[in-house]
């Protein structure tokens, strides 16, 4: 996997040990107009080299149920006023099916302002994922652990329609009790338009005499 490189950022700072959602990007392949930020959320338009436009909702859901309604209910207003194509992805802290949950309590769906709720309101689709099936765990053994799907990626039709081989993976986790989500929009095996970016070859530095141009130059 290539390095990624940026030169754009926005961040929201964690409180204390709760929140916190960065966002980076390339300003030479993506045009980032942020339109609001709180602490469960950072909205932005999205435009590529195309002028392909699209939201984008990055979100890091409240553990506590009383607060992570509130931002189910302002998505849904949010929603109600959207004509773009439009994702979700992140930590949303919920899950909507019982299958999602290993351990612990029974699963009980909640009604009004819930994340299933949300889905419903709009017609939100999955975009599923290839990987491992649960994203979090309470990083405990035996009978005390916990595991649930509690990050993904939602959208409506107009997103999916714009790219319909969309594709989430859930990645390895380390460091961390969630794994990430990479989501990939582009074509796979699709040949890039334009000239070729810059990538350092780790090989370049067996040769004698690297650092010494490198110095000349």
């Known amino acids: 996997m290539n390095a990624f490189h940026y030169d754009s950022k926005i961040c929201v700072e964690a409180a204390g040990f709760s929140g916190g959602i960065w966002m980076f990007w390339n300003s030479l392949e993506l045009e980032i107009e942020v339109i609001g930020t709180n602490w469960q959320f950072i909205h932005a338009m999205v435009r590529d080299e195309s002028q392909q436009e699209w939201l984008l909702s990055a979100i890091y859901a409240s553990p506590e149920m009383g607060l992570r309604r509130e931002l189910w209910k302002y998505l849904k207003l949010v929603g109600s006023h959207i ?8 930590d949303l802290n919920e899950i909507v099916e019982a299958d999602e949950k290993k351990g612990g309590r029974v699963f009980r769906r909640v009604g009004e302002n819930s994340l299933w709720d949300c889905i419903n309101s709009f017609e939100l689709i999955d975009l599923g994922f290839n990987g491992p099936t649960l994203t979090w765990n309470n990083l405990r053994e035996g009978g005390a652990r916990v595991r649930k799907r509690l990050d993904r990626a939602l959208c409506n039709e107009e997103w999916r329609i714009q790219f319909p081989e969309a594709a989430v993976t859930h990645l390895a986790w380390a460091h961390s009790d ?30 004698l005499g690297f650092m010494d141009e490198i110095e000349r130059c």
Do not use: Q, S
Not at 193 to 204: I, M, Q, S, T
């Open 178 to 207: 969630h794994h990430p989500l990479l989501l990939e929009v582009a074509i796979r095996g699709k040949k890039p338009v334009g000239p070729k970016p810059f990538r350092f070859e780790l090989a370049w530095l067996t040769h």
């Open 83 to 90: 004509n773009y194509p439009w994702l979700i992805i992140g």
